[in-house]
């Protein structure tokens, strides 16, 4: 994996990130590498939910909304050595409105930050529910003790 093998010197090469991935941990790796170095736009889908946020330095972080609750079930999905266990978290498929949905809401986000517009999502998160009908946007607050504010204070 190049992000692995490179860290943070990758994301120096882009403007803009795009995190659509599959699984907490991964986006808090990808949050941890764009921090102070790249806006990140991040979004994921589950079933009718979708959500949305946008990382840019000082701002809250991905990992400044994780739970505890996040976090445990983030690793009770593998084993000690690491291994998937699937049969604890029956496969949900992607429905295409969700996600095309969500991937909308990102890429305007990207356009409003791009010409700098001031009502992007940087902080915030938004929050759809596709059976209900309505999307909701939260603030997310910058967490005390959270590891990737941490690093940066140090730096």
Request: aromatic share 12%; hydrophobic share 35%.
């Amino acid at each position: 994996n190049v992000c692995e093998q490179s860290g943070q010197d990758f994301f120096r090469e882009f403007d803009f990130a795009f995190g659509c991935l599959d699984n907490l941990g991964a986006r808090l790796q990808l949050n941890s590498y764009c921090y102070n170095i790249v806006p990140l736009i991040d979004s994921g889908t589950y079933a009718f939910a979708g959500r949305v946020q946008s990382v840019s330095a000082p701002s809250s972080c991905l990992e400044c909304s994780v739970s505890r609750e996040d976090y445990k079930s983030m690793w009770l999905k593998y084993s000690c050595e690491g291994e998937p266990l699937d049969f604890l978290d029956p496969k949900t498929p992607a429905i295409a409105s969700t996600t095309t949905i969500t991937a909308g809401i990102a890429v305007n986000d990207f356009l409003k930050q791009l010409f700098r517009l001031e009502d992007h999502l940087a902080g915030r998160a938004l929050h759809y529910n596709g059976l209900a009908g309505e999307a909701k946007i939260f603030y997310v607050q910058k967490r005390r003790n959270c590891p990737v504010h941490e690093v940066e204070q140090k730096i």
